[in-house]
């Protein structure tokens, strides 16, 4: 069994704990006061590290003040921001600008035919949605006269009856427009048209009183550059001199019908065989996206030394080029790699020592033959044989022809009976029986050899009066296409898609780090991620194909990385199926642009709504407008973006027609535009405009008839603010330092660093800078002269009057103050605060480093005092306890003695 301690000895009545208490207290002296120097030191590297984070705030702030962006700071504002808003994005150069918002953009918008009820069946069929391959595209008036563009202002027109009106273009944004605006002044007897590159003007007054004629008004030159001045003419008919040429600074990207040039990505792109036995090739280093016709002529003629000429050819269409040299040999260009000689028409046989290409450029609203069957073209139209509706058969010579205007002018000027135009779509053409007789089939046939009818879509026997050639295929991605013109004039989302083959190989491919620019850089990209899949474009001349080549027993699947919609917005989002490609079964993706919807007899009017608004990446909504009044229901299509790019167009073979209700077209933007000029025209597919000025972004909210102003100027109030915050900043740190250096006369208290040098210095050295003169930094030389000074209290005052009226007057001198290397403000600021407060050299930093390890020792001291200091305890405790048990023995023993009687002796 244990023994019973107690606090109180039971013996002598000694208060043990207490008595061990007090003997330990006076030990402990030497552990209390290293304990309070311990939290003393502790307190002032608070302190120090409290003053330390305050100079780190305000050299943030005087770091500031030091940048030349905070001095090219501006401000932009817009003179009517109801109307046209702008905002500074980057560094907008100073400067004032006009603008006319002249139309916002607006999406198409395609109405069906009226149908009974939204649950009314269609037949079985297709429903094919084009989103390209149009055929009536207009040039824009900046690309004629060969790249010089159209002075955009009015014309004044006068018709044979001698009426005369003054025709507004300056906001004609291509040659369409222009003949839209003539056509639709009502008061006169004038019709417009395009024909091949020029304007044709025809009076339809039936008067004779006065010349037909064409002048220009206000001073401008619109009626000249469109090649209409100087026309005063008795005839009914006015044409025009071509304006739409070939030039030297005509965009490579812009040839064939927007189709662009191609070159090899290495290897010679042309090779000139030439009379006298001699070659040379022709390696291009021509950015094709960027590149010009006036570029390419230049490398041929220099890699040909002499020996040939490269020019534009008479007919300002294509480019022609002369072997200089003489001898027996055969003047030929080829393509060692690529087919750029096949893409200009290069690859024929010279005539007389030269070779001229084919057309590169087509009309004002036109479309080169070389452009339609994907690409293919129609190199040889020949004979074509039309039978009208009448009996009567007529053969139509279409050998000329170049562009599909060619045709159909051929076909009109041939009096067969029919009609040629544009089909409803506007993808191909239609041929009408303009007889009125319907004795005999509308038959249209082969004439020659050339296959012309056949290639053309429009052969057969037709009990009716109109053949439709469907889409002739005009192809409209190319490897030269833009990301941007791929998605429709919008913005092209630049983000990571995976792809896996059928042998489960997967590779991510991130185009926000790749950068590219056309989708042949995406192709080229694809095929450099080394698995089993190969890109190009499709078959069809409007999207991707991806075809897989690693033959494994899986699928090839292409998916988007997190929220990236590449893939999705390219077409080949999705899993591999059969295909049929160059004629042979394959495997892949094709990311075609054109949809097909198939319908049978059981697809409602409203299931073809769904079957739209379902697909992947629909180009249009589908909606069905109940016409509550009139009874019967139609489908409502709006293009998803706007734009004159986001435009669709809808046939079948299933009686459903469109008609379109709202065209899609481009917002338009006015620069420098008056009452008289036009100035610039520019286009956006929706109402914000990038890149007219640089790092200034516009976007029209309404539209307008006068100018706006937009103006671009100093923002000296950032200026002013970040000043503002060093002030504020300073001062804070000031209040800081003050608690922490306080001394209170009343209680007789001193702050924590109180008499330190490290507070001392920190006050010397702020003191000094904020009041001294600095030298080489310009012509202020003090921080007062901006309106900056130390009060009584040792805190900044800012005189904000003072520093705009200085900024006002030299504003180089303000920023020469802040700013320079070395000597400026800003500069010696940090000098001081890396004295200070730096890692390396600060003496804040090193006091609290010197005050951390004195903690560190202390403790240490500490400790070892506590464990002493609980020996010691155990010890006295220890012998309290043996001194009651000794005590307590010799009471006993006193008590024994005490008890013993003394025994008498024997005998007693």
């Known amino acids: 069994m244990g023994r019973i301690q107690s606090s109180v000895g039971l013996v002598t009545g000694v208060a043990i704990d207490d008595t061990v208490d007090q003997l330990m207290g006076l030990n402990a002296v030497p552990r209390d006061r290293l304990v309070s120097r311990t939290t003393q030191l502790q307190q002032e590297q608070t302190a120090v590290t ?8 305000l050299q943030l702030s005087t770091d500031r003040l030091g940048q030349d962006s905070l001095y090219s700071a501006t401000s932009v504002t817009s003179s009517k921001s109801d109307v046209l808003t702008a905002k500074n ?3 907008a150069k100073l400067g004032s600008y006009s603008f006319i918002p002249v139309r916002q953009a607006q999406s198409q918008q395609l109405t069906s035919s009226l149908y009974s009820s939204s649950a009314q069946k269609l037949t079985e069929g297709e429903i094919v949605i084009h989103q390209g391959g149009f055929l009536d595209e207009s040039v824009s008036l900046d690309e004629l006269n060969g790249g010089a563009g159209v002075s955009r202002g009015a014309i004044r027109i006068t018709d044979r009856s001698g009426a005369s009106q003054k025709i507004d273009l300056r906001f004609a944004e291509n040659a369409n427009d222009v003949v839209d605006a003539i056509n639709s002044n009502d008061a006169l007897g004038i019709v417009a048209s395009l024909e091949g590159d020029h304007f044709v003007l025809k009076d339809i007054s039936g008067a004779t009183l006065s010349n037909l004629k064409v002048e220009d008004v206000d001073g401008g030159t619109t009626a000249r550059d469109l090649g209409l001045s100087g026309i005063s003419t008795t005839d009914t008919t006015a044409e025009g001199r071509s304006v739409q040429t070939l030039a030297v600074n005509t965009s490579l990207r812009s040839l064939l019908d927007g189709r662009g040039i191609d070159l090899p990505s290495s290897g010679a792109a042309l090779k000139f065989s030439l009379k006298d036995g001699t070659s040379f090739s022709l390696t291009s280093e021509i950015d ?19 020996k040939v000429e490269a020019q534009i050819s008479t007919d300002g269409k294509s480019v022609a080029i002369n072997d200089l040299t003489s001898g027996s040999a055969s003047f030929t260009i080829s393509s060692p790699q690529g087919d750029l000689a096949a893409q200009l028409g290069l690859d024929v046989a010279a005539s007389g020592g030269t070779i001229t290409g084919d057309h590169l450029i087509a009309g004002l609203s036109d479309t080169l033959l070389d452009s339609l069957s994907v690409g293919g073209g129609y190199p040889s139209l020949g004979d074509l044989d039309i039978t009208n509706r009448a009996g009567s058969t007529t053969t139509i010579d279409l050998s000329g022809a170049r562009t599909l205007h060619d045709v159909i002018d051929t076909i009109n000027d041939a009096s067969a009976g029919v009609t040629a135009q544009l089909n409803r779509t506007k993808t191909g053409i239609e041929i009408l029986d303009t007889t009125g007789s319907t004795s005999h089939d509308l038959v249209i046939a082969d004439g020659d050899a050339t296959d012309s009818a056949s290639k053309l879509q429009i052969e057969g026997a037709f009990a009716k009066s109109s053949v439709d050639s469907g889409s002739l295929n005009k192809k409209y991605v190319t490897r030269s296409t833009s990301l941007q013109d791929f998605n429709h004039g919008q913005e092209f989302p630049l983000g990571a898609f995976k792809i896996t083959d059928s042998a489960g190989k997967s590779v991510s491919l991130n185009l926000s780090t790749r950068q590219p620019e056309t989708i042949g850089n995406v192709i080229d990209e694809i095929n450099k991620l080394g698995i089993g899949v190969e890109a190009r474009l499709n078959e069809t001349g409007d999207g991707l194909l991806l075809l897989d080549t690693a033959n494994g027993s899986g699928s090839l699947t292409v998916s988007d990385v997190g929220n990236s919609s590449s893939a999705k917005t390219l077409g080949i989002a999705g899993t591999s199926s059969a295909l049929t490609v160059g004629g042979t079964a394959a495997v892949g993706i094709d990311g075609a642009q054109t949809i097909r919807i198939k319908t049978d007899s059981e697809t409602t009017l409203a299931n073809l709504a769904e079957q739209i608004n379902a697909l992947g990446s ?5 909606n069905i407008l109940n016409l509550n009044s009139s009874g019967g229901v139609r489908l409502m299509l709006n293009s998803t973006s706007s734009g004159a790019q986001g435009r669709v167009a809808l046939d079948s073979d299933i009686g459903i027609t469109f008609s379109e209700t709202t065209r899609g077209q481009n917002a338009l933007l006015a ?13 956006s597919a929706t109402n914000t405009f990038d890149g007219i000025v640089e790092d200034v972004q516009f976007t029209i909210a309404d539209t307008s008839t006068s100018p706006v102003t937009v103006t671009v100027s100093e923002n000296t109030e950032t200026i002013s603010k970040q000043v503002e915050a060093f002030v504020t900043q300073f001062n804070k740190m000031r209040d800081k330092l003050d608690s922490l250096t306080v001394f209170d006369v009343d209680t007789n208290s001193v702050g924590v660093l109180f008499g330190s040098s490290s507070a001392l210095r920190v006050d010397l050295g702020y003191g000094r800078l904020l009041s001294g003169a600095f030298r080489g930094a310009g012509d202020i030389s003090s921080l007062r002269e901006v309106g900056i000074q130390l009060n009584e209290n040792g805190k900044l005052d800012f005189d904000k009057e003072k520093f705009s009226s200085a900024i006002a007057k030299d504003p180089g001198a303000v920023k020469e103050f802040f700013t320079t290397e070395d000597s400026g403000f800003a500069a010696k600021a940090k000098a001081l605060a890396d004295s200070l407060a730096s890692v390396e050299t600060g003496s804040l930093l090193n006091r609290s480093n010197s005050l951390q390890s004195q903690i560190e020792q202390n403790n240490k001291r500490i400790e070892s005092f506590n464990t002493r200091l609980d020996k010691q305890r155990t010890r006295l405790l220890t012998q309290f306890y043996n001194m009651e048990q000794t005590i307590a023995k010799l009471q006993q023993n006193l008590t024994s003695i005490n008890g013993l009687q003394i025994i008498p002796p024997l005998g007693s």
């Open 89 to 91: 994005t980057g560094s």
């Open 288 to 306: 094709t996206q960027t590149g010009s016709v006036g570029q390419l002529l230049d490398e041929i003629n220099a890699a040909g030394n002499g």
């Open 671 to 683: 620069f420098g535009a008056n009452g008289t000029s036009g100035g610039v025209l520019v286009s």
């Open 618 to 622: 629909s180009p249009v909504n589908a």
């Open 50 to 57: 409290e003053l330390m984070t305050q100079i780190v705030g």
